[in-house]
């Protein structure tokens, strides 16, 4: 049985029709097209599918799509402004806080949800931010320096 769902993801209108127990995840990389947000666990204890949904950070494989219906998500693919990056994006780049790349877009958006509600974090409250989320490949020094380089340009 499947579900017809009206909702915005990255400002624009979206339709989908989804199967009850289809998880976000699933449909915005396999119904909507958007394969930024990785599926590194499918238990929610990765954060590599980290979405912001309705302003709140959320793995994506934990959510329904079905439940999206009037509802808000922001993904990676929303966070640069055409060719130009957003401020975190640049600092993961000029830092070398990524290698392989699945993680990123979780550590991006968590940074993202972070940076909104705390524009001036102290790294212990950076650390605890992205505490959901993890890293295989580096240690988690480079990142948190990369949020601290972002937040401090983003606040001018």
Do not use: W
């Not at 954060?47 to 509802?71: F, H, P, Q, T, Y």
């Not at 070398?96 to 972070?114: D, S």
């Amino acid at each position: 049985m499947g579900v017809h769902v009206q909702t915005t993801i990255n400002g624009d209108a979206v339709e989908f029709a989804c199967g009850v127990d289809e998880s976000l995840l699933d449909v915005l990389r396999n119904r909507v097209g958007l394969t930024g947000a990785k599926e590194g666990c499918g238990t929610g204890d990765c954060g590599a599918c980290s979405v912001i949904l309705d302003g709140r950070l959320v793995c994506s494989c934990l959510v329904l799509g079905a439940e999206m219906n009037g509802k808000s998500v922001e993904t990676i693919e929303g966070m640069a402004d055409g060719n130009v990056l957003h401020p975190l994006q640049q600092h993961f780049i000029d830092g070398a806080a990524l290698q392989c790349g699945v993680c990123t877009p979780g550590f991006l958006m968590a940074a993202q949800a972070l940076l909104r509600k705390n524009p001036d974090p102290t790294e212990e409250e950076i650390r605890f931010g992205l505490a959901g989320n993890l890293c295989r490949c580096t240690g988690y020094d480079k990142i948190v320096r990369a949020v601290q380089a972002a937040a401090k340009e983003m606040r001018g």
